[in-house]
């Protein structure tokens, strides 16, 4: 058996190679071994490959990814080799306090996975981890496949949004951000009753899968324009729920803008420069909830694996291009010129 594997190294900003590397394997008797069957590029990627955040040079990088667990640990009990399984973006021990609250991407005994953009992949605390999927990848067709990719990461994101603004049944919600998680936030709000939902996006491609998804209307503008035209459609009041899927100071603040007092904007955009002002939501009773999502939690306990499997739900439409691994520089620029709205990786 070979004693490395190919993956994905960010090389510097703008640049990512492929390598062969000493392949992933079990460390710990609560670790398991997956092999990838699908990964794919997310948008907080593009913010180290814009050089618009820290990340070591030449090292391995990927948080996304669905397989076939390869190997298990001594001590790992819900998972046997040959088993299907996504992997949730965050590891969890399952079992301390704020996992069984339903918090696991804040579990005080987990992480972060940054090495999924590679034929192999550690799982640590796998039991409290990964979520099994019934039968094995190729009873699946390529549509549903990338949906379980989705619900790693993006769909459950969106729908973190969701749930943390207190999106209910015949609220007025706001999306900010037109990319894969905002479109999946789309999805989260229409799942959990919205009656209006205005997605923010001034692209045509974006904004059509956003009405296919559920948005009632799609504004363009932004800034204060945004604000303005928002309000307008409110009855000068604003929106119920705020979902805020960029994280920049402009979409900050235009969340800020255009929620109406007592709202509750849910925050997922991972935040770049945001400042928020304590008097301002004291005297507004604004809301800000959010951080990384539940992965876990939303696939298993809110019902995201079974909407699914069930085709209920079709959050893999976001993966609008596909490449090999070694084509994966080729994926991250197509992203970055924002003429793929997230990419597949197929191995």
């Avoid at 953009?117 to 549903?144: C, F, H, I, L, N």
């Avoid at 307008?232 to 929106?239: K, W």
């Avoid at 994966?328 to 010129?337: C, F, G, H, S």
């Amino acid at each position: 058996m070979s004693e490395t594997m190919k993956a994905a190294v960010f090389v510097k900003p703008g640049e990512i190679a492929v390598r062969e590397v000493p392949k992933a394997r079990v460390e710990q008797d609560t670790d398991v071994l997956v092999r990838v069957v699908r990964a794919c590029v997310c948008g907080s990627d593009l913010w180290y490959f814009r050089g618009l955040s820290g990340h070591a040079e030449n090292s391995q990088i990927g948080h996304e990814a669905i397989g076939v667990v390869e190997q298990v640990g001594a001590d790992v009990e819900t998972v046997t080799p040959g088993d299907f399984v996504i992997l949730p973006f965050p590891y969890s021990c399952g079992v301390c306090p704020v996992c069984e609250a339903g918090f696991e991407s804040v579990c005080p005994h987990g992480g972060y996975f940054g090495a999924n953009q590679a034929e192999y992949v550690r799982v640590p605390e796998a039991d409290g981890t990964v979520v099994k999927v019934p039968g094995s990848p190729t009873d699946y067709d390529d549509a549903t496949l990338a949906s379980l990719l989705a619900i790693s990461d993006v769909m459950s994101t969106g729908y973190h949004a969701a749930v943390s603004a207190e999106v209910k049944p015949g609220s007025t919600a706001v999306v900010m951000g037109d990319g894969a998680v905002g479109l999946c936030g789309v999805i989260s709000a229409r799942m959990l009753g919205a009656k209006r939902i205005i997605a923010m996006s001034r692209h045509e491609d974006r904004a059509a899968l956003a009405r296919e998804f559920g948005a009632t209307d799609i504004v363009a503008e932004r800034g204060r324009e945004a604000v303005d035209k928002v309000l307008a459609m409110t009855g000068g009041y604003g929106a119920d729920a705020v979902l805020e899927c960029v994280g920049s100071k402009q979409s900050f603040d235009t969340a800020i803008g255009l929620i109406r007092r007592g709202g509750v904007i849910g925050r997922v955009g991972l935040p770049h420069d945001v400042e928020i002002s304590a008097e301002g939501t004291f005297y507004g009773n604004i809301g800000i909830k959010g951080g990384p999502a539940p992965v876990r939690h939303y696939d298993l306990h809110a019902g995201l694996l079974d909407a699914v499997l069930k085709h209920e739900i079709e959050p893999g439409r976001v993966f609008t291009a596909e490449y090999d691994l070694c084509h994966i520089q080729d994926a991250y620029e197509a992203m970055d010129r924002r003429e793929v709205i997230k990419a597949l990786i197929r191995f």
